[in-house]
C-alpha cells in the first residue's frame, strides 16, 4: 500500500493513532482528548514548511487584508481584572466568567513570541479559540467543538484561499473526523446531533465576510454578544448549550 506520494498513509505513527481515536470509544481510562497530542505530533512530522511559508507569500499578495493583519503582528495578554466590571450578556463579561470559572488564561500556548508569519497565525489561531466559542455559540462539547471547527475551514478556504486554507484547516477536519467516526459507531444517539452541528457550522462559515480570526475581538468586549454576532453575520449561531 505503500507509495511516494501518499505521505500521510505512509506514517505509520499517523496509521496508528487515526485507527485507535476512530475506533475506540470514549472512558475514564481514555479521556476525550488523550491521543490529541499524539495527533498533533504526526501531523507536524509530515507538515511541509517550504510550501506553508510560499503560500503566506502568496496569500500576502493577494489578500491585502490579510497582510495588514500579519503585518500588524497584533497580541494581547488578557488578565482576569482586565474583564472585570463589563455588564452581564457583554462579550468581556463571557471572557471574565471564562477565565474566573475554568481558572485559564486566554493565551494559555504557544506563550514565546513568534518568529515568522506562520508561528503568528497558529499563535493568534489559539488566542481567538475560547473566544470563538463565545461568539458563535458553538459550545465547547463535542458537537460544538466539531460546528465552530467546521466553520472555520469553510470560512478559511474562502478568506485565505484552498491553498493556505486547506494547510490551515486539515487538523480539524481529522478532529471532526474522529469526532463523527466515534458518534457513527458507538454513540449513534447522538449522531443526529452531530449532522445538525456540522450542517450549522458549515453554514455559519459560509455567510461569514472574512474568517474570524482576522478580527480583533479585544475591540469588542464592551459589546452585547448578540450585537456582535449580528454585526458580524453570525445570526444563524445556536444558543449557547443547544447541544451540551
Known amino acids: 500500500m505503500c507509495s511516494s506520494d501518499l505521505k500521510y498513509l505512509n506514517s505509520s505513527r499517523l496509521r496508528d493513532v487515526f485507527v485507535q481515536e476512530g475506533l475506540r470509544k470514549n472512558g475514564r481510562d481514555v479521556p476525550l482528548a488523550y491521543l490529541v497530542p499524539d495527533a498533533i505530533e504526526a501531523f507536524d ?16 499578495k493577494r489578500k491585502p487584508e490579510f497582510a495588514q493583519w500579519l503585518d500588524a503582528r497584533f497580541l494581547s495578554s488578557i488578565k482576569i481584572e482586565d474583564v472585570a466590571g463589563f455588564e452581564q450578556g457583554t462579550l468581556g463579561a463571557c471572557v471574565h ?9 486566554i493565551d494559555f500556548m504557544l506563550l514565546d513570541a513568534p ?13 481567538n ?16 467543538e466539531s460546528a465552530l471547527m467546521m466553520c472555520n475551514a469553510n470560512s478559511w478556504l474562502s478568506g485565505v484561499g484552498p491553498g493556505l486554507g486547506g494547510e490551515m484547516s486539515r ?19 447522538v449522531l443526529a ?6 450542517r450549522a457550522g458549515i453554514e455559519v ?20 454578544i448578540q450585537d456582535i454576532r ?15
Not at 517550504?50 to 502568496?58: G, M, P
Open 193 to 198: 446531533t452531530f449532522y445538525e452541528a456540522l
Open 129 to 144: 479559540h475560547d473566544i470563538e466559542h463565545m461568539v458563535t455559540g458553538f459550545g465547547t462539547d463535542p458537537a460544538g
Open 171 to 189: 487538523f480539524n477536519n481529522y478532529l471532526t473526523t474522529m469526532n463523527l467516526m466515534k458518534a457513527g459507531l458507538h454513540y449513534t444517539e
Open 115 to 127: 518568529k515568522d508569519d506562520y508561528e503568528y497565525l497558529n499563535k493568534r489561531l489559539a488566542q
Open 97 to 105: 466568567e471564562f477565565m474566573s470559572g475554568s481558572g485559564y488564561a
Open 205 to 224: 462559515g459560509a455567510a461569514l465576510e472574512r474568517p474570524l480570526f482576522l478580527i480583533r475581538w479585544e475591540d469588542y468586549f464592551a459589546w452585547p
Open 45 to 60: 512530522q509530515l507538515k511541509d514548511y517550504d510550501l506553508i511559508r510560499q503560500l503566506l507569500v502568496d496569500e500576502r
Open 230 to 244: 449580528r454585526y458580524f453575520n453570525l445570526s444563524a449561531s445556536p444558543a449557547s448549550g443547544t447541544w451540551g
